[in-house]
């Protein structure tokens, strides 16, 4: 009966089961998609030079079904950057979808040696994770994302 009254117990189960249950949501993600995607290494500035978003490659596109693709206009992503401090930002935002890629806004500018990880929320994009190099690679050209792909 003490161990039922006992704070720190209840902490420790509910974190643990917490935790337990993060942890199978984002290996459920990563499974059931028919999406093959893959993170660029090349991020791309906004026309006003304010915002940066990395790029997802949907390397099947053409292949998926009306359903999937338009599932793709929908998608909530988490990006987070890390600093070589540790520190982490993060931000909550929907990817735009322009031809066969997906733009997934950052919470700031990445500087070199900083972890990049995007998680998408739907699971239809695999979670995926890059460490920025010193040559910032960003787009030359700039991405009007008025301009979304047709369902």
């Known amino acids: ?17 917490l935790v ?12 059931n998609s028919t999406v093959k995607s893959k993170l660029s290494s090349q991020f791309v500035k906004s026309t006003d030079d304010k915002s940066f978003y ?3 490659e949907i390397e099947n596109f053409k292949d998926l079904s009306d359903n999937d693709k338009k599932s793709l206009n929908d998608i909530e ?8 401090e540790n520190k982490t930002e993060n931000l909550v935002t ?11 806004k950052l919470p ?9 990880t995007i998680i998408s929320k739907s699971g239809l994009i695999k979670t995926s994770g890059l460490l ?12 009007n994302f008025e301009t979304t792909q047709p369902g």
Request: hydrophobic share 45%; charged share 20%.
């Open 1 to 17: 009966m003490k161990l039922l009254k006992n704070k720190k117990f209840w902490a420790m189960t509910l974190g643990v089961t």
């Open 132 to 143: 920025i190099s010193d040559n910032l690679n960003y787009q030359t050209e700039k991405v």
């Open 108 to 116: 700031r500018e990445p500087k070199p040696n900083e972890q990049l």
């Open 77 to 84: 992503f988490n990006a987070a950057l890390t600093s070589v």
């Open 20 to 31: 337990g249950a993060g942890i199978v949501a984002i290996a459920a993600s990563c499974s």
């Open 94 to 104: 929907k990817g735009h979808l322009v031809g066969e890629k997906i733009y997934v």
């Open 54 to 56: 990395a790029v997802y």
